[in-house]
Structures are given as structure tokens and as C-alpha cells.
């Protein structure tokens, strides 16, 4: 067990140091820029490290929240609420700010993040990525923890979501300032506090 960590770590070290030699030579020719597109080494070294990262306990454990239609619900509007601004309602990433981040924010309807175990999902919801916009939004509780599960039982239903579901995401989602008082104005005009006469002639008309 020790000799096959040590031969990872080895390896990983070989790939970082090909990996800060690339971007070192990329970074006297051109600058670093967010808007480029993560190199296949990055690519690799990033994926290593989210796996070596994740704590071993967690690694192949299974999701021990049952899903049931009111999880699934709770957890359809929690990802609304919290995660959609970013990865989009239906988990692709291609919201305003998705392709912005550095690397992307993945498609999470895609093998990349269906092939990861529950732990790993898990960890990764609870405990974030590290150099990429991924935040941690775990906070040591028992009221976390199984809010991240019930988010990993959303995140495997992806693939198959509805259009309904998509639609009662939308009406979940955080309103700007903006939508809200376009929101305000058309509730004011429905209930008639945008209809009075402003001045005497308009009764006549």
C-alpha cells in the first residue's frame, strides 16, 4: 500500500514539474490568461489531485441519505438556490459566469462527474477544489453533511431531468435586484396600484 502511494506521488511530482515547465514557457510568451483552455497536463494533474484529495473514508463509501421524492425535491431546490448560478440548473455549466472560471465549470451530466463515487462527490461539494472556483461549502455539521448528500443524489439525476423540473428550478432561482423590482412593479400593476387616473381630465376619458 505504501509503495503504490509512493510510486503516485512520484509520478504526480514527475507530471507537476512537466506541468510548471509548460506553463512557465507559456507564461514568458503570452501572459497567463482565464481565458484559455486548461492544457491535457493540467487537465491530468487536476484530476489526480482531486482524487488524492479526497479523504480515504470517503473514497468508495456509498450515499447514506435514501432517496425519496421529498430528498430529491429538497435537493432540487437547494441546488437551485445555491449551485445553478454557476453550473446551471440542468448541471452544464453554461451559465454567464460557467465558462469564465478556469478550467470551466464542467458538464456535470457528462462521464467526468458521473464516474465519481458518492464519496467523491461528497468531498467535493463539502470540501471544495482547491486553485479553481470550486468553494467548500461544508461547515462540520450533521445538517451539512446530509444537505451535500441529498446534492449528491441530484447530481446523479442530471442526466435524466426533466423539463418540469427545469422550470420549477427557474422560479427557485435568486433573483437580481433588477428581476426582483421588475418583479415588484408587475405586482403592484395587477393589483391596480398602477392604474389610478393621474390628473382630473383622465376620468373623463
Not at 488524492?52 to 429538497?74: H, I, Q
Not at 448560478?85 to 478556469?102: A, L, S, W
Not at 465549470?105 to 471544495?128: H, K
Request: charged letters at 25%; hydrophobic letters at 35%.
Amino acid at each position: 500500500m505504501l509503495g503504490r502511494r509512493a510510486k503516485v506521488a512520484g509520478l504526480v511530482l514527475l507530471v507537476l514539474i512537466a506541468a510548471g515547465a509548460i506553463m512557465l514557457l507559456r507564461l514568458l510568451r503570452h501572459g497567463f490568461s482565464a481565458h484559455d483552455k486548461p492544457s491535457r497536463v493540467e487537465a491530468v494533474v487536476s484530476r489526480t489531485m482531486r482524487r488524492l484529495a479526497t479523504p480515504s473514508d470517503l473514497f468508495g463509501r456509498k450515499n447514506p441519505v435514501p432517496l425519496t421524492p421529498e430528498v430529491m425535491a429538497e435537493a432540487r431546490a437547494h441546488f437551485a438556490d445555491h449551485c445553478a448560478i454557476c453550473h446551471g440548473n440542468d448541471g452544464k455549466g453554461g451559465t454567464v459566469m460557467g465558462p469564465n472560471f478556469y478550467p470551466d465549470v464542467p458538464d456535470m451530466t457528462l462521464r467526468g462527474t458521473q464516474s465519481l463515487s458518492d464519496g467523491e462527490l461528497f468531498a467535493t461539494i463539502e470540501n471544495g477544489i482547491r486553485l479553481t472556483g470550486m468553494p467548500a461549502w461544508g461547515t462540520g455539521t450533521a445538517e451539512s453533511a446530509y444537505g451535500s448528500w441529498t446534492l449528491v443524489h441530484f447530481i446523479r439525476h442530471l442526466p435524466q431531468i426533466s423539463s418540469e423540473e427545469l422550470e420549477e428550478m427557474a422560479r427557485l432561482n435568486p433573483k437580481s435586484p433588477e428581476e426582483l423590482k421588475e418583479e415588484e412593479e408587475e405586482q403592484k400593476f395587477l393589483e391596480g396600484e398602477g392604474n389610478e387616473p393621474t390628473s382630473p381630465d383622465d376620468h373623463h376619458h
